[in-house]
């Protein structure tokens, strides 16, 4: 350049100088792994969808949230939102409100009236799912989707599993469960219901190529207890799905159940229902350690529902039952103090659990159980090739969600199994941390809390206990999300660069560090306000 | 169906951009098509807080003339990693004359202009704080007293640092420099001594005076802008954080300019003819000690020995700050 000193000087011409040179560390754009995603039993992509609804891109929301569950309706409201739990932006004010988005997509998704196309490939293969509960009704949804050919095959009358027969329609109406189903109904699957399979060696040989056992765990756990001829004692799970099947079981004015998990908690909830003046909850230990999810204990108390925590039912009579009182000993265990109590009850409801039901193995017992459960590999299969299995009767934790996560996991196996390939999971364990965030970027808003009906009006009937959110408030909540660890493209990177050494692609298209100019400052990774972006050596 | 008719924007509602947002209601920084007044190239170091101030402030002046605008730059680092010969990084009129006279030519352009009757294009006076409260203090004082249609904005890095960090009229008390070294009884800048600009500034009842810092950058904008719709002399004074002066992380520049304020030992506030209009409230307040513990310049007040006695000193110059600037609304002031 021919230019006299101290003169004019030409525009741009320090382009020339790149001052990428001086970098050790350039900075990467990445994925990283939201706590809330890592929590989900079933894998859904929650800041995926979040992000899609937050500019009222409904349809594409829900799309991509049924990528992983089609079942957001019903999650919505039964699941026990363990993505929640660890949301990061707890640590900030509150919780995003994930679950009720979700419930709001699933509920606009039916309004909508959107459906799920049936596969465009048929793949030849036939697979049959024993068990129509979320485990199965997910893997069915999701080898279809793949294309294969699906049979569900059911005891009862209609698919659902627990979640018609145990789950009250208070707290899940029937319209939301027959909608979500209809649509994997829609999708080409098969069902035949009213069909118990016996043995499942000889569905085998029907022409299945595959099976997917999901039946859950359908026998109650029993416990000895001393009773006179008289007195009345039923079985929780077996008084539920009578409900369901609109048979009115005999209860009587005052009621006692006992057991202190989900299905107590309902059931006592029902028998209020269904007009006992009185339910009174007997547990052995500490409401703490009862395996009941905690809003439902608050909510079966707002009912009016009584609890006497650490007692055991020593007998039973027609018109009373004997309770002793437990005491907690030195390592925390419920022992018997000798201290007894009458209460006054026409009958006691047993919610002790329940145990999985191995009889339509048949005699051929090639597959292998083990503690009242059934042992998978980490393809989901049994020890029986071709037979894969899932939901409540592998070991694992009993929920809805972790039966439709099951039902996805088995589904990819058993897809790859059939076409004699791997499935391979993409791991990312780059788990986001509340510090690693730049909240500063983020307002403070706090969570919409879901209105409630008033506890002693919904007692009465089984209309709909909590409520869903409006549009405006879902997405309100929906906004609330930080992003963790995925781009949202607040242009901070783009903006705070004192190098102008980003370059902005274009709304979808984030971001590219241009390396001819980037010191390496770190400018950038620092302000990214998700912890989008990482310092990595270079060269 | 599209944000328009939502009336709340929330993720990242602090962040430049925001895809909930319209366009237009977008930070300029945040568009693709920005003018980079200064452009990829320059020789500011690693992290610099002067090169992001001045992108930041110049871009905005461009969108508000329609991209008319000259520049008078005082020598410093800005001139200098700006253009090393035969280099220039910017892509505005830009000139540069001397370490003490920048106000003074650009009073002289912007009386070239008018005699042109050139009246749209604007003139830009910008230096750093030893240009604009020292060697220059006594042009810009006249160019104040004039109204002279010049906006002058100093970028505020504390000290000399073009020439290694010598103390300025704006270095804050107890920091190191190369001049006030951390030896002593009081280590480090007196107390007592120094000016405020913006207050100076304030009592020649100049139409607008503003201070920002490049920790919020859609303030600075505003502000210049706004400062565009005046005639006659406005001065915008922005912190602008110094790693290599202040012995920072790079990655921490907008971090610490940010701690600055939430500690409210850097004010953000505006001013027209000589009185303050708004602040801008503090949202998370923070002790001093964060922002000073960051910075090596102030390391000699916590090791060997901590001075408390010092750090209170600060502590008391923040809340002062707090109350006489009301960035904390409604609230006493004391942490
Ligand atoms: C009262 C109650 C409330 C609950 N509340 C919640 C809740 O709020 N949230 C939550 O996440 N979880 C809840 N759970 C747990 C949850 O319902 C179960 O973990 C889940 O339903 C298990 O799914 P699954 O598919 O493994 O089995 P299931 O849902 O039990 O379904 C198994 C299906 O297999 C069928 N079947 C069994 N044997 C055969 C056979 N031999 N041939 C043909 N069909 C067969 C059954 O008829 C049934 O339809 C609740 C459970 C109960 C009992
Ligand atoms: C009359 C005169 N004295 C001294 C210098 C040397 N000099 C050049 S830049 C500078 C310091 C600039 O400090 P400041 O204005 O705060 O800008 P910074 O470099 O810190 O951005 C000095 C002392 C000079 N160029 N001219
Ligand atoms: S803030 Fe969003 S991405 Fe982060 S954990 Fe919560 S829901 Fe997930
Ligand atoms: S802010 Fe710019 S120069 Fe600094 S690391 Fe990021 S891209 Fe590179
Ligand atoms: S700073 Fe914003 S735009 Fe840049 S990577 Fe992070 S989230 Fe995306
Ligand atoms: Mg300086």
Redesign the interface.
Known sequence: MEKPFAITLSVNSSLANHTGSWRVEKPEYVHRMPPCNNACPAGENIQNWLYIAEDGSYEAAWRALILENPFPAIMGRVCYHPCQSVCNRAELDEAVGINSVERFLGDHAIEKGWSIPPPTVESGFKVLVIGAGPAGLSAAYHLRSMGHSVTVRDATHAPGGMMRYGIPKYRLPREVLDAEINRIKDMGVQFEMNTRVDDVHEALNEGFSAVFLAIGAQLSKRAYIPASEAARILDAIKVLHDVEEGNQPLLGRKVVVYGGGNTAMDVARTAKRLGAEEAIIVYRRTRDKAPANDEEITEALEEGILVKWLSTVKHVDEKSMQIEKMALDADGYPQPTGEFETLEADSLILALGQEVDFSLLGNSADIDTKDGVMPVDSTMMTTHPGIFAGGDMIPAERTVTTGVGHGKKAARNIDAWLRKTVYEKIDNNDLVTYEQLNTWYYTDAPHIVRERLEATRRAKDFSEVVKGLDESNALYEARRCMSCGNCFECDNCFGVCPDNAIIKLGPGKGFEINLDYCKGCGICVSECPSSSIMMVPDK | ???AP?K?????????????LSPED??I??D?ERT?AL??????C????E??GA?YALDAAMRATDDKIIAVNATGCLEVF??????????IAWLHSLFGNAPAVATGVAAALKAQGKSDIRVIGQGGDGATVDIGFGALSGMFERNDDVLYICYDNEAYMNTGVQRSGATPPAARTATTQAVGENPGNVFGQGKNLPRIAMAHEIPYVATATVAD?RDLEAKVIKAMSFRGARYIHVLVPC?LGWGS???????IA?LATQSGLFPVFEAESGEVTSSTPI??RVKVEEYLKLQIRYSHLFSPNRRDDVIDLLQATADKNISRYNLIPDESGSI
């Open positions: 169906m599209s944000a939502i709340f924007y929330q993720v990242g509602s602090f962040a430049i951009g925001n895809r909930l977008r930070s920084q945040s693709p980079n452009t990829s190239g320059h020789r500011a690693q992290g610099c807080g090169a992001l992108r700006s253009t090393p010969y035969p280099e220039s990084s910017w892509r950058l790693p992380e790079s990655c921490d520049t907008i971090k940010r949202r998370h």
